[in-house]
């Protein structure tokens, strides 16, 4: 656990680093969006570098390898392109405006979320997709609402992020992110069906939608 901790405490000022001089060093902290997008961003990763566990490995997860590459480019994006779009570029959605401050809040919202997410299932939200050990259906907090809040969190999160920097390579990532959530939504659903039965059918009926109230 503690060599977790240390592990994403050391992403975290790496990436805070990369973000700054990416953004064109000390003027981005001078920015109020720069700076304020800087506080939400490491708000976020010690929200999930304190709730979320890697999990044991499964044959679940070993199937998801693409997807974690994939979202491990889209992530490089958010760091690294995101604040060098923000500080090299005037358009076309405009710096420093109603929509960034509209997209720090939405992040802002997201992480919130996320957290309450991870409150709620505490050991059971893990990076690896797979069953923990005394694994348990949990139905309570944001899960009365929507079956995967964790994932919804994310996509509000790096819409934000693209809001916020007025990064369109921000926005595109997360769009093409999400047909990967939603096929890791179906994996993810077909192992819980498998372990919890007409248990989990039953709570589906229940929470009708998936990731996106009125949506999907």
């Not at 992020?161 to 077909?190: D, F, K, M, N």
């Amino acid at each position: 656990m503690a060599r977790h901790l240390i592990g994403r405490l050391i992403f975290i000022a790496i990436s805070c680093l990369i973000i700054i001089l990416a953004g064109g060093g000390v003027a981005f902290v001078r920015r109020p969006v720069g700076v304020t997008y800087l506080a939400l961003w490491v708000a976020w990763w010690i929200v999930l570098a304190l709730g979320r566990r890697r999990g044991v490995p499964s044959e679940y997860d070993r199937k998801q390898r693409v997807i974690v590459s994939l979202g491990t480019a889209a992530l490089a994006v958010v760091i690294i392109a995101s604040p060098w779009e923000y500080a090299h570029f005037a358009g076309p959605i405009p710096r420093d405006g109603t929509l960034a401050w509209a997209g720090l809040v939405l992040f802002a919202v997201g992480i919130v979320l996320q957290a309450a997410a991870l409150w709620v299932l505490r050991g059971f939200y893990t990076s690896r997709l797979g069953l923990q050990p005394g694994h348990r259906l949990v139905a309570s907090g944001p899960y009365r609402i929507v079956r995967h809040p964790g994932y919804l969190s994310n996509l509000m999160c790096m819409m934000g992020i693209g809001l916020a920097l007025s990064s369109l390579l921000a926005l595109g990532s997360t769009i093409l992110v999400v047909p990967l959530i939603v096929w890791r939504i179906e994996r993810e659903e077909e192992m819980l069906l498998t372990q919890f039965g007409v248990v989990y059918e039953a709570y589906k009926q229940k929470t009708k939608w998936r990731l996106i109230p009125g949506v999907f």
